[in-house]
């Protein structure tokens, strides 16, 4: 349980300072925040395997790059479920889930 709520706490933080790092991309109150975390987890822990393997010749074919563009893809998925949660085109969302996720990574480093 108390890493089920570490992991909700660095995806908050990794939000966090996404928001605050990347012009493009904004997260206008705590509530999305805390929602945006929320779904981003179930997202990331349901829907993204299944997506991944459905998808996995046309990353195969783009040598992984298929892979950045399905993140910022789920990253547009949630900003349509969260009224507070968007970036203003598809690149701006390619960026921020490569800052998020480099957060993330560093945050569950050091907390690991």
């Known amino acids: ?12 933080a990794s939000l966090f300072l ?8 904004e997260i206008n109150d705590p509530y999305s925040l805390i929602l ?8 990331n822990s349901l829907v993204k395997p299944i997506v991944e ?21 789920l990253f547009l998925a949630l900003s349509l479920f969260v ?13 921020s889930w490569i800052i998020y996720s480099i957060i993330s990574a560093i945050i569950g480093k050091l907390l690991s």
Do not use: Q, Y
């Open 83 to 95: 009224k507070g949660f968007h970036f203003e085109n598809l690149g701006w969302g390619i960026l």
């Open 53 to 73: 393997i459905l998808t996995l010749p046309l990353t195969i074919l783009t040598l992984g790059l298929w892979s950045l563009i399905l993140n910022a893809l």
């Open 18 to 25: 996404t928001d605050f790092l990347i012009p493009g991309f």
């Open 36 to 43: 945006s975390a929320f779904l981003l987890g179930i997202m």
């Open 1 to 12: 349980m108390m890493g089920l709520f570490l992991r909700f706490a660095v995806n908050v």
